[in-house]
């Protein structure tokens, strides 16, 4: 082996290296600016008027399922109107609604996978037709 040989090799597979990571960081900054977007959107709805949504559909809801699943398609009837695209829509729905349908399905002593509660929000996006 000669030793020019394989310097050439470890400098090509230093700029093929560097050449990917660079690469990857340029790819990784449209899903760091889609999440981010996400979080402000969670953020700005569990803060602000979201808690007040959770706590008016637990106080009408009264330990009853039917009655929180019923407002939560209510809910989901208002924010599908919303502009929302269907993403935004279940994240919203879902850090709204999900977490509380599931709380409440425990205290009312039904067995509710909390995969079950999202797939609610998901799938009531969706207008029937």
């Given at each position: 082996?000669?030793v ?25 900054i ?8 996400a979080?402000?959107?969670?953020g700005?709805?569990?803060?602000g ?21 019923l407002l ?33 399905a ?6 509710l ?6 797939l ?10």
């Amino acid at each position: 082996m000669k030793v020019g040989s394989i310097r050439t090799g470890l400098i090509k597979s230093a700029h093929e290296l560097i050449a990917s990571m660079i690469s990857g960081a340029r790819n990784m900054i449209t899903i760091g600016v889609a999440v981010a977007a996400a979080g402000i959107i969670v953020g700005s709805v569990t803060m602000g008027s979201g808690q007040l949504i959770v706590d008016a559909v637990d106080h009408f809801a009264n330990n009853s399922i039917i009655i929180i699943l019923l407002l939560s398609a209510v809910a989901l009837a208002h924010s599908r109107y919303g502009g929302y695209q269907t993403t935004a829509t279940y994240i919203v729905m879902a850090s709204l609604t999900a977490g509380i349908i599931t709380q409440l399905a425990g205290d009312s002593g039904i067995v509710l996978p909390v995969l079950s509660a999202h797939l609610f929000c998901l799938l009531l996006r969706y207008p029937c037709r």
